[in-house]
């Protein structure tokens, strides 16, 4: 049976087409025979890879980023098919979640291997996620990042979007229940992970595992733009635990709700979601290749 292989052409700044060419006879000695498909959208991304697991592949080989990876997963989540990543993108944290390095050859001696493991999803209404769903400042940001077309995507414009967003973002009043209880306040940022990092290594929950059958929850409590300024970069690196206003915990559901709508994202992208919403782990969803645990 061939192995089908999602190139997602937009990803890696636009680079990712040239790579992936070069990549192919590797890929062809790892996997054989290659359905070789070019995305044109995003929503095609979910399409080819549902169809990947309707027809029963042992393995859906997609070369992009996160929101490659993003788009693939809702299509094979829950099946037997299991996903293979060549991290050409911005952000490749899905990867290295689990152990499959930045560099596309050491990435491609890893899937060799041929190690499959099964990490854990989360899922809000009809949607999944693998690595975050975001309420608050990730909404702004990401829009910016939408607008800038013409810029590339890269780390120094996500650093510059979320800065830009902190300055003008007004929190509004969110009520956070988990298994651990439940707050009301004003929240900057509430991201809610299967990943401890994200956005191209964002360490936003730094205790998260992906086989753990546990989300993590990090919630910011709104307050004046220069102390979130001055706090970005701890939470960056992973280091803002234990600082007054930051929230950090366990558990396999959280729910939000507000007095006015909030959007929500998943994995980095916009979304139509919005508070109120519950999410809940649904362990052991994906099977995945990937270092030996």
């Not at 060419?21 to 991304?45: C, K, M, N, T, Y």
């Not at 949607?127 to 309420?135: A, I, M, N, S, Y």
């Not at 360490?203 to 709104?222: E, S, Y």
Request: glycine content about 10%.
């Amino acid at each position: 049976m061939t192995t089908r292989v999602i190139v997602n052409p937009a990803a890696g700044r636009g680079r990712t087409l040239e790579r992936a060419a070069a990549l192919r006879p590797r890929l062809e000695a790892i996997f054989g025979p290659l359905d070789w498909r070019v995305s044109a959208s995003a929503s095609e991304v979910t399409a080819l890879a549902r169809d990947s697991a309707k027809q029963g592949h042992a393995r859906l080989v997609v070369l992009g980023g996160d929101g490659t990876v993003h788009f693939a997963v809702t299509g094979v989540a829950e099946t037997p098919t299991a996903l293979a990543i060549v991290p050409l993108g911005t952000g490749n944290d899905v990867a290295a979640a689990v152990g499959v390095p930045a560099n596309p050859e050491a990435a491609l001696a890893v899937l060799a291997a041929g190690h499959v493991r099964t990490i854990d999803l989360g899922r809000v209404a009809d949607r999944v996620f693998v690595c975050v769903l975001g309420v608050g400042l990730d909404t702004p940001a990401i829009q910016l990042i939408e607008r800038a077309r013409l810029v590339p995507r890269s780390r120094l414009l996500y650093t510059y979007a979320a800065l830009r967003s902190i300055v003008t973002y007004r929190p509004p009043t969110v009520r956070i229940s988990h298994a651990g209880g439940s707050d009301e306040r004003p929240v900057a940022f509430a991201a809610v992970t299967n990943t401890d990092c994200y956005a191209g290594g964002m360490r936003i929950c730094p205790a998260a595992r992906v086989d753990d059958g546990l989300l993590d929850l990090c919630v910011i409590a709104g307050q004046s733009w220069p102390r979130l300024l001055m706090r970005f970069g701890r939470v960056t690196s992973g280091r803002h635990g234990g600082l007054s206003g930051v929230t950090l915990t366990q558990s396999p559901w959280v729910r939000f709700e507000s007095r006015e709508p909030v959007p929500v994202t998943l994995d980095g992208e916009l979304t139509s979601l919005a508070t109120p919403i519950e999410t809940r782990v649904v362990r052991g969803g994906l099977r995945i290749l990937g270092a030996a645990a």
